[in-house]
């Protein structure tokens, strides 16, 4: 391998993008579609955008599924960003919820509640939003409460562990921004369109053990 960090290609999702950030940030990264290289990658990112059913069928008929479960079991470091930390869940209530997601984190994937709209709020949860972090303060990555990222979504996770959730955002409703689970951690919004503060977040995850 060329590179510790390997990001899924799998034709869903703005791979280059965060490929491009760590690379401003110092860090090189190598996008693969192949199940071989992930399963045995140290780091992985799984990206993602668009409908939870589609990411997750590709996922499966690909053998990248298997292959990011096989990594996370052998304590390789796995982030999930926006659908793709949904993906890291057990499934969603999106679409006809016939796929299954990765299973890493207990839990699923639910739309925002007709609260949200009544409140005058748009749905999809587009652009800027400060996080609340719940996580152990020693546990990377170092966010603190208050910083800010950009979020574009209309479902969220939704942990059946809430020690799960490493963060939370506000849009009407407290929402989870972050899981955590051991070695696997996803992100609801984009560290690589969030400037300073993913830049930080993303550089944590590269030198993170």
């Known amino acids: 391998m060329s590179a510790d960090i390997y990001i899924v290609d799998y034709g869903v999702g703005n791979v280059a993008s965060v490929q491009n950030?760590?690379?401003?940030?110092?860090?090189s990264a190598e996008l693969s579609g192949d199940p071989e290289v992930i399963a045995t990658a140290p780091k992985v990112i799984l990206p993602g955008v668009g409908?939870?059913?589609r990411a997750a069928a590709i996922l499966r008929g690909t053998g990248l599924k298997d292959a990011v479960v096989h990594a996370a079991a052998q304590g390789s470091e796995v982030l999930g960003i926006c659908l793709g930390m949904q993906l890291l869940l057990e499934?969603?209530?999106?679409?006809?919820?016939?796929?299954?997601?990765?299973?890493?984190?207990?839990?699923?994937?639910?739309?925002f509640p007709?609260?949200?709209?009544?409140?005058?709020?748009?749905v999809p949860h587009m652009g800027w939003n400060s996080i609340t972090?719940?996580?152990?303060?020693?546990?990377?990555?170092?966010?603190?409460?208050?910083?800010?990222?950009?979020?574009?979504?209309?479902f969220y996770?939704?942990?059946?562990?809430?020690?799960?959730s490493f963060a939370t955002a506000h849009h009407g409703?407290?929402?989870?921004?972050?899981?955590?689970?051991?070695?696997?951690?996803g992100a609801q919004f984009h560290p690589e369109k969030?400037?300073?503060?993913?830049?930080?977040?993303?550089r944590d995850f590269a030198r993170s053990e």
């Open 157 to 164: 996770a939704r942990p059946d562990d809430p020690s799960h």
């Open 91 to 111: 499934g969603s209530e999106e679409g006809e919820g016939v796929e299954a997601g990765l299973g890493l984190i207990p839990g699923r994937v639910v739309a």
């Open 51 to 53: 409908a939870f059913d």
């Open 133 to 154: 972090r719940l996580g152990d303060a020693g546990t990377l990555p170092t966010l603190v409460s208050g910083d800010r990222f950009y979020f574009v979504h209309s």
């Open 21 to 27: 950030m760590l690379k401003k940030i110092g860090y």
């Open 173 to 185: 409703i407290d929402f989870t921004a972050m899981v955590r689970k051991g070695n696997v951690i």
């Open 114 to 122: 007709p609260e949200v709209r009544e409140q005058g709020l748009r």
């Open 194 to 202: 969030s400037h300073r503060t993913g830049m930080a977040m993303l």
